[in-house]
């Protein structure tokens, strides 16, 4: 299992908060909920908050400020995300200067490209991330959604600092990267953040899961969330408690090497 992101030791799983605040745009009836959830997740042991600019407009990670602010913030492990229009050097900046503000932070501990922009050249936007992490304002910069060829083109671009994450959909059901990008990450000591990695729980599909979670008296989600955490750091969002306790205990199944296999083919 991953316990590391970007050489800092973290929780079996991390919190994903795409929904929390609204969709593209901001909603804030339910933030106390939010808030409520995102905090008992850090009080069940998990440190990682994964957000986004994108996410409910900004609103999102108000509410993950919010949320935060209860505890000490060196241990904690946030991550956002830039979005693909604000790509260009002075834009960046911006844009993180305005993540850090809504989060009520001094820090982002990881900050990603959301998706790569093939009219903006690499070069220019990982230069203005590198001038974030010069500043202290971010501690480490990473992609998400980026191929293996533009995964190699952002560490090219890369001078002063590595790009240390890629952040992808990873699932039971979607596993095409374990053909070419998990392999590339690994040789290169890059983490693989997995998101949606339970399938927003279309678990049902999947005859191996059920037998599985039969065979380790297990949930199917549980089995598939392990499945994901073998090689990958796993951010599955959920705002229900019983379900966050459910997620959060995935990380002490004992998944053998010959099932591991079983699942796999």
């Given at each position: 299992m991953k316990n590391t992101l970007c050489g800092k030791k973290v929780?079996?799983?991390?919190?994903?908060?795409?929904?929390?605040?609204?969709?593209?745009?901001?909603e804030f009836s339910q933030d106390e909920k939010y808030v409520e959830?995102?905090?008992?997740?850090?009080?069940?042991?998990?440190?990682v908050i994964d957000t986004a600019e994108m996410y409910g407009g900004g609103h999102t990670e108000e509410i993950v400020g919010k949320a935060i602010?209860?505890?000490?913030?060196?241990?904690?492990?946030?991550?956002?995300?830039?979005?693909?229009?604000?790509?260009?050097?002075?834009?960046?900046?911006?844009?993180?200067?305005k993540s850090v503000k809504?989060?009520?932070?001094?820090?982002?501990?990881?900050?990603?490209?959301?998706?790569?922009?093939?009219?903006?050249?690499?070069k220019?936007?990982?230069?203005?991330?590198?001038?974030?992490?010069?500043?202290?304002?971010?501690?480490?910069?990473?992609?998400?959604?980026f191929s293996v060829s533009q995964l190699k083109e952002a560490m090219d671009a890369a001078e002063q600092t590595r790009?240390?994450?890629?952040?992808?959909?990873?699932?039971?059901?979607?596993?095409?990267i374990e053909d070419d990008l998990i392999p590339f990450c690994e040789q290169n000591e890059i983490d693989v953040i997995a998101y949606t990695p339970i399938m927003r729980g279309a678990i049902s599909d999947y005859g191996k899961l059920l037998s599985m979670a039969e065979k380790y008296q297990v949930t199917p989600v549980q089995i598939a969330l392990r499945y994901v955490m073998e090689k990958a750091y796993a951010i599955p969002k959920s705002s229900n408690k019983a379900h966050m306790d459910e997620l959060?205990?995935?990380?002490?199944?004992?998944?053998d090497p010959e099932d591991y296999r079983e699942l796999s083919s």
């Open positions: 929780s079996d799983i991390g919190l994903g908060t795409w929904g929390m605040g609204g969709g593209e745009s901001p959830a995102i905090r008992y997740a850090i009080e069940h042991g998990v440190n602010s209860n505890y000490e913030r060196e241990k904690l492990f946030v991550i956002s995300k830039v979005w693909n229009n604000h790509l260009h050097h002075d834009s960046l900046l911006n844009s993180a200067r809504r989060m009520q932070t001094d820090y982002i501990d990881l900050y990603l490209i959301h998706w790569p922009n093939e009219t903006v050249e690499i220019e936007t990982v230069s203005a991330m590198e001038e974030l992490v010069s500043s202290g304002l971010v501690k480490n910069i990473g992609v998400s959604n790009i240390c994450a890629n952040q992808v959909e990873y699932n039971y059901g979607t596993r095409g959060i205990a995935a990380g002490k199944i004992e998944l």
